[in-house]
């Protein structure tokens, strides 16, 4: 069963989603998926969307929202800031675990690139059940002010993002974080995947990661997939490891 849902953030704005929830399981555990970079709640190629069908086929609920200024939620995009995308999950775990539909102390946090760069930061303020990284996309951080500061010198106050208006101010309030710093503290277990192809996040990100935590850690390598996990043996292998991280630590 699918319900479209609406959270309203801390500033007052809509956030838009759905919450799979399978059939005959009462208050089930809950992953609350977090989109990429430019992307929505469905993923690439619906990878997302597809994710949160496959966890419902195996009596798991998951939510998936619109960060503010994305899809289909309120705002544009050039409004995006990345303490926003903080504020927006916290926000919306807050409302998952007032949810009594769902298991509120079983929400297991997961995000795909800079989703999973945004999940990573706000664990430790949150402490889910557990965490899913998917290519966490920390090395957007690197250099973040320097390009933003690029741009500004040519009088621009914003890049096209190929149709998407991505203002400065992303990246001047991004260069106030520090990625792996901020992951520190998060005390439970943690489950890593990287496709073996993925040209935008490396080996070293992920072990970097890894070792901001003390909890038990998975780090797991998806043999051919890319960025986006984007075939179907490399789809099916991300799904698994997930379903089964979910089925191990509730």
Known sequence: MVRYIEVENRKGKILRGFLNLPDGVAHPPVVLNLHGFGGSLSGYKYAHTHL???LEAEGI???RFDFYGCGESDGEFDEM????LLEDA???YAWLKSQSC??????????????????ASAAPRIQPYGLVLMCPGAGMWYGCKERADYF????????DMEGLRFGLEFN???????????AKGYEGSVLILRGTKDELVDDKTCETYMECYTGAKKFVKIEGGNHNFASIPAREA???????????II
């Open 81 to 84: 800031t990345f303490t926003g």
């Open 61 to 63: 609920a998951c939510m």
């Open 238 to 248: 991300c799904e698994a490891e997930i379903v089964n991280y979910v089925k191990e």
């Open 172 to 182: 001047y309030d991004l260069a106030k974080y520090s990625p792996f710093e901020d």
């Open 152 to 159: 500004k010198n040519l009088g621009m106050t914003f890049a």
């Open 90 to 92: 916290e926000d919306a």
């Open 102 to 119: 769902v298991d509120g102390e079983k929400i297991i946090l997961s995000g795909q690139s800079m989703g999973g760069f945004v999940a």
């Open 52 to 54: 949160a069908r496959t």
